[in-house]
């Protein structure tokens, strides 16, 4: 079964990056601009992993995190964060909200599959 | 890769989009007008930037930007006050950024000490702690960040390097909180990915499950132990764990000893990558609480959109230009086509009554809704266009020394998008002007009672059909002594001549008019207002001056709204069919012969309320035999040029006023002196598009028949 | 249709000759993006020798040149049967007013002669080449050169 990925970001960049990578590694791809599309979208399309910015205006990566696991469906989702910052503080912050792992940018094509078939268990 | 190539100019779009945005905000702390999320936009767009930069390894924007970032960052959290020091680092540290994006799209190359003086000016801000701790400052700072990059690449590297270290064995006890369940980790995912490392084996304790009513989420229940024989090294082993640190209990050591027979065989019947154990079944719904009725997709529902009405912008949709300019081809091959089924009726001898004539009308109403409504797509706002302007004030204003303020007005304004590109250059040509020559120095200023930094205004404004940009600085106004003596001695016109104010101004315009005594870095490029005003002209606009000493100068540029299509008149000059577009055109007049007054060998007057207007020969400035039948009264066209001067045109004939599709004659030919383009009749013949304002207000080489014979020039 | 060559593996390239002036030109094909019927023009101000005006091609103007007077021949007389040949030069088009086309010729490139005063760069003579026919010979014209030369600068 394809694994559906729901990307996060507010930059456009970004957006086409992980949609060319993941479709590359034979996922499907679904994104959205900003967090609340993003849990628009998660409540529509259930996918099977999330990657998210934090930083995005309406609402940001730690309240896509929160609204995604407080909710009744799909919760325990992965949710991986996507980041430039290496600071500890916001692994640790974004661990703290839940998130299920954390990706920083910018990265390379292998290591963020390597990362989704990782936290999804997909084979490949 | 072409995939990657057009993500690449997707980010540099974006770039543009965010450097807008970037500004935008900026503007808004500059007036006071900011709030908390104005600093979040802008350390956001700022933010993008840099992530997309990172993706592109540009590293000299990353390393630039996350300076940027840094310091905005220390004031979005409050940690930094904005003073006026600071905002001005902020602006030149944008104005930095576009330059660097614009490098990098460009592929060419930053000076490298200006990057390091704008990174220096940024760094001053920090904090020398915070600049040790997580503001990597140097040139090295790129290094550092993008190393960050290879975090998880020991796992793919592992499965590429040849095994030659020795095999180690592991122990590691593993024992998960809920927690880590609920952030969407599966020990047995984890286990498959340390399969990867070596061989593992695996025991499981549950001796420690609580009783079902104990239940209690936050207490470890379970717990693991793991034994792997790799040769990874333990802190390949401990990355596996990296993400669940905090969320298990974890240890993880090297056994003393091989892995016992025991455990090998176990490890063969367990698969490599064990397939997902049951336990997150059997976790996971004790943990989940009774779903709610609301179910998620009806909560976002109910609370998002109010959220996305209030933020959401309208949505668009991205369509490459080429898509445009073939419908906007098209839709002018239906107007003209329109346009000739339309002749053809009327010249029908039996059309009047018909049914025919209602049809042809309704064709000719619904081809210009359709117009306009692709029109529409070309229009931009002129925003971004003055952004851009700041900065150009901000450099011209260092460079002559003043000190100069730009205000922008009507920014939401929307022209056609090349209307708009092509305007770049004059405007920055004149606000560069406006900044060197319309304002005094400082001390001037305060000598004649101004504030000392100077103000520009721009603005943009709808007028008639037309866009109106006006560029207005409270300089000293134009030295009109100064620019008559300077024409003079340059020879522009006779040492005797009188001009009125209106025309002395308009000596500006004229090729080879430079005001400027001493060659300052601006404007001592050879380039005078003649360069703007062509490159108006060719727009279709028109360029005009307004000055009033001590107090400063307007000029005003107005454009049409589309390059596409225009109203224009349709005239006879000998026999040619010609178009003259009305917006320059106050009235046609058949005077009578008694208002006519000859002056001298060659020129004409026409008397209207006791004031003298000169009448040119459209044929004759174009080079076309003159009218030989002087005792006829002429047919003219009364037209008045943005200066408010007029002047009347003859013409043989004026037929009727119709839309015309805009030709340019410069692709396929070159420019013509006295016609701005060329258009296609009904019967699908070219008809050229008078410039009036060249053929009217292009006097000052007085009389020149020299033009007037052009097959005998050249030859 | 006169083929020109049988030598060995010489390169091919296809001309479209025509007469302007009395006198045979071609030009090479690719060139050539179509003959049309001679029709109305818009004559233009201020033109220089040899540019008879401007007309429609399906909706793009391009100017219209009288080969023959931008050759320094006589100017080509009125004549219903003229043709335009619409020729591509980079991205401009334009049409030349010529007398008539006379055929298509596929020419070895070793057939083409190069007098030492055609070895100036493009645009320098407005003729490139000389290709010996049937008949006698056809003047291969360099579009630079109608384009630019005489006059053309003039603003």
Known sequence: MTIKVLAIDDSRTIRSLVRKVMEDAGFHCVCAEDGVEGVNRFAEESPDIVITDINMPNMDGFGVINTIRGGTTNRMVPILVLTTE?????KARAREAGATGWIVKPFDDETIVSLVRRVTGARG | MSTLNSIRDTFFEECEDLMADLADGLAKMQSGSADPETVNAVFRAVHSVKGGAGAFSLTELVAFSHQFETVLDELRSDRLKLQPELMFTLLRSADHLTVLIEAARDGVDVDAVVTQNSAAALRIWLKPSSDAADAPASAS??????????DFGAFDQLNDTPNEPELKHYEIAFQPTATLFSNGHEPALLFGELSRLGTVSSTIDLGELPAWEEFDTTVPFMKWTLKLASTAEIDQVRAVFEFVDGLCKLNIVVAPMPVDQEALQFEASLPPAPAPLPMRQAVAEPIAPVPEKPSPAVKAASVSPQISDQHGPKPTLRVELDRVDRLINAVGELIINQAMIAQ????????TDSEVV????DYRLLARDIQEAVMAIRAQ??????????RIVREAADATGKSAQLLAFGEEIEVDKTVIERLADPLTHMIRNAV?????????RIKAGKEACGTIRLSAAHRSGRVIISIKDDGAGLNRPKILKIAK?????????DLVEADIDSLLFQPGFSTAQKVSNLSGRGVGLDVVRTAVTALGGRVAINSVPGQGTEFTISLPLTLAVMDGMVVSVRGQTMIAPISSIVETIRPALSEVHSVGPSSKYLSILGEFIPIIDVAASLGIAPNTSPSDPPLLLLVESENQSQCALIVDEVHDQRQVVIKGLEHNYRSVQGVSAATVLGNGQIALILDLDAIAFQRSAPEAPAEASPLTKGA | MTAVNDKATPQITEFVAFYSGGQSFSIEISQVREIRRWGPFTSVPHSPTGVLGVMNLRGSVIPIYDLAARLGLAPTPENPRNVIVVVMYGDQTLGLLVESVSEIMSVSNDSIQITPEMRAESGQTPIAGLINTDGGLTQIVDLASIIRARGTAAA
């Open chain 1, 86 to 90: 290496s600071a500890d503080h916001l």
């Open chain 2, 141 to 150: 700072e790129s290094f550092s960040f993008a190393a960050v990059t290879l």
């Open chain 2, 344 to 351: 053809r009726v009327n010249e029908m001898p039996v059309t």
């Open chain 2, 358 to 361: 209602t049809y042809v009308e």
């Open chain 2, 381 to 390: 706002p002129v925003k971004p266009l003055f952004q851009r302007m700041s």
């Open chain 2, 436 to 444: 060197d020559h319309g304002l005094e120095s400082p001390e001037d």
């Open chain 2, 489 to 497: 001695d340059k020879g522009l016109i006779p040492q005797d001549a």
